[in-house]
T-cell receptor
């Protein structure tokens, strides 16, 4: 069983739809990254959170440490949101070892 | 713009050769981590350097080695290249502390033929 499970693996939606990507993990963590990877490889860190909720523009990330679950939401989705979204927990006993989910490939159609 | 620059962006090498990939971090970011992302897979942690010393290592053989320099730049060296080393190599820099943001470079796509 993978230490990090993301769902869905692929998601196609229409512009304007509300998007939710889920992440469950089985190891002890101290924090969790949500990352965005565009075609060509560039990775951008969207959020790092260790509790509660963070909001940045149309993006919202939540985490429940007790339930070992995090979600990334996109409101009013736009074609430029099309990318791979990766959940990457930070191992609790390391300085900076990320374990990576397989990613969710999101396509937003105009 | 993350402030982290990797070079080269693309590279083709022959099996058995050696390669050096470079990463230039933001000023003050004295922690750098390297990841290997094979096609269609999530990134795998290679190692991390803090203050010019290896600070943690993933499941990679010794032919993967690194250096970190006082000017916040670092190198990933791979000896005796194998076909399976073909991947996107990412570096991420951060400041010390367990709850800080990481900044990723664009990656170097290495193809071994």
């Amino acid at each position: 069983k993978n230490e990090v499970e993301q769902s869905p693996q692929n998601l196609t939606a229409q512009e304007g739809e509300f998007i939710t990507i889920n992440c469950s993990y089985s190891v002890g963590i101290s924090a969790l990254h949500w990352l965005q990877q565009h075609p060509g490889g560039g990775i951008v860190s969207l959020f790092m959170l260790s509790s509660g909720k963070k909001k940045h523009g149309r993006l919202i990330a939540t985490i429940n440490i007790q339930e070992k679950h995090s979600s990334l939401h996109i409101t009013a989705s736009h074609p430029r949101d099309s990318a791979v979204y990766i959940c990457a927990p930070l191992l609790g006993d390391s300085n900076y070892q990320l374990i990576w989910g397989a990613g969710t490939k999101l396509i937003i159609k105009p | 713009e993350t402030g982290v620059t990797q070079s080269p962006t693309h590279l083709i090498k022959t099996r058995g050769q050696q390669v050096t990939l470079r990463c230039s971090s933001q000023s003050g970011h004295n922690t750098v981590s390297w990841y290997q992302q094979a096609l269609g897979q999530g990134p795998q942690f290679i190692f991390q350097y803090y203050r010019e010393e290896e600070n943690g290592r993933g499941n990679f053989p010794p032919r993967f080695s690194g250096l970190q320099f006082p000017n916040y730049s670092s190198e990933l060296n791979v000896n005796a290249l194998e076909l399976d080393d073909s991947a996107l190599y990412l570096c991420a820099s951060s400041v010390p502390g367990r709850h800080t943001e990481a900044f990723f470079g664009q990656g170097t796509r290495l193809t071994v033929v």
